[in-house]
């Protein structure tokens, strides 16, 4: 299979082909080959599935690594006992990654072409002017066939077989609803969002990439007496631990100083605090509510921010600085 294939999930009624699964038949060479992949989604109790997935792409491996194949669902509302039917059929051994969304067209699939090695597939999020990337990107989901497939020659003159490739596909986006209160008045602020999370290997695993920047459309200011609040919601691909300010999030005033900042997984989500409900869960958790109440430091150091947080709260759950006032 030299090409690679994209198929429309052909119709189910060609399962029914006259004869094919009868012991009578005494030529079987025309009856069709299938296979079926089924899927299921880690933590489904979290996911609105018809939200979150409504396309499929599933791609085949032969032994060498290279990529021969190509399944494509663009009309589906993934809900538990879906089944993607092909009529895949190839004597030998077959891999498969099947990637999911709510709109793959987010991102960047132009390295799966056919031929292309394990180590050429990389997926990247689509880029913008100036490097930049939309802080919406949709829910993405990956995984990879939780066995090869292992096809014997010679099964056309055997009738109808079919078989099933399965899929356990985990999220490996993350949303976040921000809120910053305790600024001082009289300022206009932004946020800038950066990491090094734009590059993955065909599995989805993180691959190295220079910083970008993300670009929040829906970021608000609002000034009252008792101070000023920003709000703001963005995603961002897959976390990973790492070094401290892999996920930077500045605050900055209308000079351009950076008043306050902060590496969301680094100093919150992962804190090392005995009650923490994310901290070893990453894989079931993806929306994250933040609320971090700030308070000025009136003797700052030479080059420190102007900032500290005094309390911050994620989904619920109360991280408070216990050594400062609040």
Sequence with gaps: MNTLQKIILPLAAAF?????????????????????????????????????????RVFAFDEQG???????????????????????????TTTFVAW?????????????????TLDDLILLMQQQEAGKLA??????????????????????????VTDSVHFHLTQITNHIDLEITGL????????????KNNNYRYDGELLGSDRF????????QTDEAGGTTL???????????????????????????VVYSFDPLHDFI???????????????????????????????SPGEETYMAVQVTISGWNLVFRNQAL
């Excluded at 005995?274 to 700052?300: G, K, V």
Aim: charged residues 25%.
């Design 16 to 56: 029914a082909l006259t004869g094919c699964h009868t012991a009578i038949m005494s030529d079987l060479s025309e009856c069709p080959q299938y296979t079926v992949f089924t899927f299921d989604v880690k933590a489904p109790g979290a996911i609105s599935f018809p939200e979150a997935v409504d396309e499929l």
């Design 213 to 220: 920047e993300w670009v929040p459309d829906d970021f608000l």
């Design 100 to 116: 999911g969304g709510y709109n793959l067209a987010d991102y960047d699939f132009s390295a799966f072409v056919a031929g292309a």
């Design 66 to 92: 290279r990529l021969i194949g190509e399944w494509v669902d663009g009309a589906v509302v993934f809900l538990p006992g879906y089944e993607m039917k092909t009529n895949y059929y190839r004597a030998g």
């Design 270 to 300: 992962l804190h090392n605090q005995d009650d923490n409900p994310f901290r070893d869960h990453l894989d079931l958790n993806h929306d994250f509510d933040i609320y971090i109440n700030l308070r000025e430091d009136e003797t700052p």
């Design 231 to 257: 709000t703001v919601s963005y995603d961002i691909l897959r976390f990973v631990p790492g070094a401290p300010g892999d996920y930077l999030i500045e605050v900055r005033d209308e000079n351009g100083v």
């Design 184 to 195: 001082e008045t009289g300022h206009e602020y932004t946020i800038t969002f950066t990491a």
């Design 135 to 160: 802080a919406d990107a949709s829910p993405l989901f990956v995984g990879v066939a939780t066995e090869p497939l292992t096809q014997a020659a010679g099964r056309e003159g055997r009738g109808s």
